[in-house]
């Protein structure tokens, strides 16, 4: 089955300044790769996505790319604020109906004001 | 738009009970999905369902637990009896048909079992 590796588990950033969380992915097959945030006591909620005919996709700070021959995807967060503090997911999944995604380690990111 | 609304928020058992934890997919999603989540295994997917019908539940970790869906707006998962390690937070999801997997959290129930 799949597998998914996330790096790093822990990451601390000045306020302003980028942050970057990287997902290795282990089945070719896959191509759909979402992105989730998850803040103390709740669910995590879905912030972007990917599909494998996409390079790059962004939605105002933040952004994903994605490299499939390597198998690896990324999220790049820029000009940070203390409210992305919280604990990021990477998943991935073959989509187009098959919908088991397959979730990375999660990542504590804190911003340091 | 109300998300997805999981009951109770938090739950608190002794071993050897009954718990039931409820689950209402978003309104015209026909996807649903029960995850747990632990320090030590991280998220996994317990169950999901199309249209009401089970389709996996291979991520389900032993008989002692179950799932159903009796209609498209109603979901539960119970244990029975329940242990101390199946003590987590238990999230329902839900996606939209042809979207199935653009998955969209419910704010979990975090149960405790003494």
């Known amino acids: 089955g799949e597998n998914v590796e996330q790096h790093p588990s822990t990451l601390s950033v000045q306020e302003g300044d980028s942050a970057v969380i990287k997902c290795t992915y282990s089945d070719s097959a896959s191509n759909y790769f979402p992105w989730y945030k998850q803040e103390l006591g709740k669910g995590p909620q879905l912030i972007i996505d990917?599909?494998?005919?996409?390079g790059e996709k962004k939605d105002q700070r933040i952004a994903v790319t994605l490299n499939k021959t390597a198998k690896h995807f990324s999220l790049h967060i820029t000009e940070t604020q203390p409210e992305d503090s919280a604990v990021y997911f990477c998943a991935a999944s073959i989509g187009f109906g098959n919908e088991k995604l397959t979730f990375g380690t999660g990542t504590r990111l804190t911003i340091i004001p | 738009d109300a998300g997805v609304i999981q009951s109770p928020r938090h739950e608190v058992t002794e071993m050897g009970q009954e718990v039931t934890l409820r689950c209402k997919p978003i309104?015209?999603?026909?996807?649903l999905f029960w995850y747990r989540q632990t320090m030590m295994r991280g998220l996994e997917l317990l169950i999901y369902f199309n249209n009401n019908v089970p389709i996996d539940d291979s991520g389900m970790p032993e008989d002692r637990f179950s799932a159903k869906m009796p209609n498209a707006s109603f979901s539960t998962l119970k244990i029975q009896p329940s242990e101390p390690r199946d003590s987590a937070v238990y999230f329902c999801?839900?996606?939209?048909?042809?979207?199935?997997?653009?998955?969209?959290f419910g704010p979990g129930t975090r149960l405790l079992v003494l």
């Open positions: 999801a839900s996606s939209l048909p042809g979207l199935r997997e653009t998955q969209y």
């Open positions: 990917i599909r494998s005919n996409v």
């Open positions: 309104s015209g999603h026909n996807s």
